[in-house]
């Protein structure tokens, strides 16, 4: 589907529970990306970055969509997943406790990704 295509897409995912559609729709293109071969990168601010977190994305449903700890386990398997640095700070999420594979790293981060020639990048 893709072909011989090597970019690297960046997924910022604002909204969790408060805005289910707009997270779910960032989840879905991410790892939908992801399992087509693509190089993702999902950021995780706002109250998204509750996901980062043991259990919480089991915890989240939205009709006629996929599970999201579905989701997030094929991009936490075959991409990166970042949780935004002041935006863990402010719900005092620190590093001893996202799930592995988790980052926390900040906004030079971020530019740094989606600066990048070969890269695209989304928010929802």
């Known amino acids: ?3 011989a295509m ?10 969790g529970a408060d805005a289910p559609e707009r997270c779910a729709q ?3 293109v991410a790892s939908t ?3 087509a071969g693509v190089d993702v ?10 996901f980062a977190l043991p259990g919480r994305a089991q915890q989240f449903e939205l009709p006629h969509s996929a599970p999201l700890a ?9 991409g990166r997943v970042t949780a935004c640095t002041q935006c863990a700070a402010r719900r ?10 988790v980052r ?12 990048a020639d070969d890269a695209r990048s989304l928010v929802y």
């Open 6 to 15: 090597a970019r690297t897409l960046v997924v910022k995912a604002t909204a």
């Open 70 to 78: 579905e989701l997030l386990h094929v991009i936490l398997t075959t």
């Open 41 to 50: 990168s999902l950021w995780l601010t706002g109250e998204s970055t509750w």
């Open 104 to 115: 926390i790293a900040g906004a030079a981060v971020f530019v740094e990704e989606i600066m």
């Open 92 to 101: 005092d999420i620190g590093p001893d406790d996202v799930l592995p594979g």
């Open 26 to 28: 960032a989840f879905t």
């Open 33 to 35: 990306a992801a399992a």
């Open 1 to 3: 589907m893709l072909g």
